[in-house]
Nanobody, 114 residues
Framework: VQLQASGGGLVRAGGSLRLSCAAT????????MAWYRQPSGKQREPVAV???????NYADSVKGRFTISRDNAKNTVYLQMSSLKPEDTAVYYC?????????WGQGTQVTVSS
């Protein structure tokens, strides 16, 4: 399966963006879908995870601002990001997780200006 992330861009602090991650086949087969991000010069870090059972978990830094969701019919996972901060600037990656193995998509750049 291939994962295609999109929706990144340049936004001012306080603004919103919605990222999409489209899979080439059903995402139902994954145990969970996740969004990670990697700021320039730093390690990749988890942002949000959504299990197949519908449980969502978020990094403390994005709780209350970001929402992960999925549309199984469209084989797509979303990350709605609101109240964006400059520290949210990063390349965002989506991932499908199956048996603790990660399938990565390419990243999409999110830049938040102050």
């Amino acid at each position: 399966v291939q994962l295609q992330a999109s929706g990144g861009g340049l936004v001012r602090a306080g603004g919103s963006l919605r990222l999409s991650c489209a899979a080439t086949r059903s995402i139902i087969s994954f145990d969970a879908m996740a969004w990670y991000r990697q700021p320039s010069g730093k390690q990749r870090e988890p942002v949000a995870v959504l299990t197949s059972g519908g449980d969502a978990n978020y990094a403390d830094s994005v709780k209350g601002r970001f929402t992960i969701s999925r549309d199984n019919a469209k084989n797509t996972v979303y990350l709605q990001m609101s109240s964006l901060k400059p520290e949210d600037t990063a390349v965002y990656y989506c991932s499908g997780i199956k048996d603790a193995r990660f399938q990565w998509g390419q990243g999409t750049q999110v830049t938040v200006s102050s």
